[in-house]
């Protein structure tokens, strides 16, 4: 069984393992993450959602605006499709 990008990927007990992802950790802390966490009341919450181009440094671009965004006491949590994808 090969991906659509021709890349055979490894098996590992039984689920098929994709070989061209990579996990990218985040800057904002989980310890950072709860003391943001019930700092605004009444904050309602919105998803920004980055497309674009492999490479062209969306997931880069999501982990800087977390980072700003916790760093003035905004709760935000960056969501990297790699990192789903592996699991982590």
């Known amino acids: 069984m090969y991906s659509r990008r021709g890349l055979a990927p490894q098996e590992t007990s039984g689920a098929v393992r994709a070989t ?3 996990f990218k950790a985040g800057h904002v802390t989980r310890k950072k ?3 943001v966490i019930g700092q ?13 181009l492999s490479g062209a440094g969306k997931t880069t671009l999501s982990f800087a605006l977390e980072d700003y965004l916790c760093a003035r ?7 990297d499709g790699d990192n789903i994808r ?3």
Request: net charge positive; glycine share 28%; proline share 3%.
């Open 73 to 79: 006491g905004i709760p935000s949590y960056g969501l």
């Open 40 to 52: 605004r009341g009444g904050f309602r919450g919105c998803c920004v959602w980055f497309t674009g």
């Open 86 to 88: 592996t699991g982590e």
């Open 20 to 22: 061209n992802v990579t």
């Open 33 to 35: 993450r709860g003391e």
